[in-house]
């Protein structure tokens, strides 16, 4: 049984002597020519190839696609940062031909009343709950005094009651202790409007037989010497004529947002003119 004991020493030497000849023979064939024994190596060498071409391909595709995403993710953030500033622009020419239309309007009315006017500008607001000012840019040195008429472009803002050298504090008639004389431009109905809340006045001692109706218009009497004749206070709100009461009850609402006003005009002249005169007299 000495042939089963297995020799790897002579195996390996059998084996070169039975290779070399083969090897000897497919040097001398054509090059065009493949050996029987060439394939398995060829097989697997090509294998080997295609599997290492497609693994680095997809290498070199997946890279790509990683960087075109960053590059995307860096356009996106230009972009973004581009948007935000062009909103800005927009927002500032906006806001500026806001304003633009805004001093254009208080320079047409300026020019069509028969009033001498100083223009200022609100500079702050009274944080007390139980008052309602303001402060303007403009005081004694501007030829202001205390009583002076404050006003806008759509109606009546309030008076100067405590002017400074350089500023003025305005009593608006929303205050409690504003008091205007006024009328229903309609009918004529007199009353007093006083300063009631926030956003409401009231139009007090009206006759109980006066027609004011809600939507009428109130404007200033001119009876106070402080205001133009004419010039628009506050719409009607309600009505009520309650039997037993001596007077109307009307509540108002006031023309004038001052929490939106930014300029103001006030009238230095005592003399002025009915305000429904100023398009006939100009």
Known sequence: MNWLNFDLRKALIVLVLFVLPLVSINSQQSPRRTGWFDKPFTFLAGLVENSFFGFSDGVRSTTKMYVD??????????????????????????????????????????????????????????????????????????GLKSGMAVITTEGVVGHIFRPEPFTSHVLLIKDRYSVVDGVVARSRARGIVEGKSQYQLALQHVEKSADVVKGDLIVTSGLDNIYPKGFPIATVENVENKPFAVALKVELKPLVDPDKVEEVFIITNANFLDVTERTTQK
């Open 69 to 142: 995403l960053i590059d995307l993710k860096q356009e996106s953030r230009a972009l973004h940062a581009q948007n935000l500033e062009l909103n800005a622009r927009l927002q500032v020419l906006e806001e500026m031909n806001t304003e633009n239309n805004r001093l254009r309007k208080l320079l047409d009315f300026r020019q069509q009343v028969k009033m001498e006017l100083v223009a200022a500008r609100i500079m702050s607001r009274d944080l007390l709950a139980e008052h309602f000012t303001i402060r303007i840019d403009k005081g004694t040195n501007n």
